[in-house]
């Protein structure tokens, strides 16, 4: 981490854990190998990557043949998406206008090109998946796939994963799940067969960037996205990041393992942060539901319309303070976030996400709340 600067953008991304650097570097230093090669150098490592398969898969309750590795989520997210139009006749795809863009703009570029029909499903007031209308939807579909993050990864808002599985199976839809905010921060069975795919990227929970996994239910057969090589049984060609793999096992590994303290920690500095902004600031408005069903690692912020708005980011970069943007652009422009615009259109508010990680402590809200009074004084 920068030293003497303040870290609140984990939503983007997480430090790398020591430890999970030092379980790569182990690896780096005794076992090159091809796994795709035959001899005694190979086949050692493709039992890496198989061990970390299985423990994964013992993380999530699955099969370890459930688990295939990739670059990360955007990369799984494409392969349930494409994966699935491809091979299982999928004629709609449903999803919401406040996904993040790696499913969003794969289901509108399928659609573009006459491959499904797409259907976005409302959004409430306050940023939730509207349920009915989303049955609605599903009563006037065959062949669909439903694709619905876990938890937004702007406005932290989450949906019932169980309660919209069961929609989906009632219907004969395949159900996609973004996890890529959740994973490692809350438990998954999937044992329940409730989910098609759920996916992960290592760099959301304090591993390597360019490493992610992607969860396909055993009875749902799909595509592969990147061809020309029968690596992860021919799900995805190309020689496996071994190292990536490595870092990723061990880095989920480490978030169960201290998941409930964690947890706690995360929603006290959360909790914290909302009665501070609460106390200091007459006219706040926090988008989403944050004190409602909202992953504890997310607050979105809409602070008083002001002049100052506009540098309120590059202020708090100049102070030593790392955080998001997430404003809609009322002129139009380009660069405004599409997850705002939904559900606060027009807005002449400036928007910050917070987003809180291990690593954080209260004297890094505290900080942070003197800097922002000091810049709206």
Not at 123 to 134: E, F, Q, R, S
Not at 313 to 340: M, Q, R, T
Request: a negative charge.
């Amino acid at each position: 981490m920068t030293e003497n600067r303040i870290y609140l953008d984990n939503a983007a991304t997480t430090p790398l854990d020591k430890d999970v650097a030092e379980s790569m570097y182990e690896v780096m230093k005794e076992h090159f190998g091809n796994p795709s090669s035959t001899h005694a150098h190979g086949r050692k490592v493709k039992s890496i990557i198989e061990e970390c398969r299985g423990k994964i898969s013992n993380q999530l309750n699955c099969k370890p043949s459930e688990i295939f590795f990739t670059s990360g989520g955007t990369e799984a997210d494409n392969l349930a998406l494409r994966g699935s139009v491809n091979q299982l006749g999928i004629k709609t795809i449903i999803t919401s206008p406040i996904e993040h863009h790696a499913v969003l703009h794969t289901a509108e570029e399928l659609h573009k090109n006459g491959s499904v029909d797409l259907k976005l499903v409302n959004i409430t007031a306050d940023g939730y998946v509207d349920t009915k209308h989303l049955e609605e939807l599903l009563s006037e579909t065959e062949n669909c796939l439903v694709s619905l993050m876990h938890a937004n990864n702007e406005i932290g808002n989450m949906i019932d994963l169980q309660e919209i599985g069961n929609i989906c199976r009632s219907h004969n839809a395949y159900f996609h799940c973004d996890t890529v905010q959740t994973m490692g921060h809350f438990h998954f069975d999937l044992s329940t067969n409730l989910v098609d795919f759920i996916c992960g990227a290592a760099h959301k929970f304090n591993g390597p960037k360019g490493v992610g996994f992607i969860y396909i239910n055993k009875e749902t057969k799909i595509s592969p996205l990147i061809t020309g090589g029968a690596q992860e049984r021919e799900m995805r060609g190309g020689t496996e990041n071994v190292y990536g793999i490595v870092g990723l096992t061990k880095a989920l590994e480490m978030s169960y393992a201290t998941l409930e303290s964690k947890t706690q920690k995360l929603k006290s500095l959360k909790d914290k942060m909302i009665k501070r902004l609460k106390s200091e600031f007459t006219d706040i408005k926090f988008n989403g539901d944050p004190e409602g069903n909202s992953l504890y690692t997310v607050l979105s912020v809409s602070f008083p319309p002001s002049e100052l708005g506009s540098l309120l980011l590059f202020n708090l970069d100049l102070k030593g303070i790392s955080v998001s943007g997430g404003s809609a652009c009322s002129s139009g422009a380009v660069g405004g976030s599409h997850v705002i615009q939904e559900i606060s259109p027009n807005t002449d508010r400036t928007t910050v996400r917070f987003s809180f990680g291990k690593y954080n402590t209260e004297e890094d809200i505290d900080n942070t709340i003197e800097a922002l009074k000091e810049w709206y004084s």
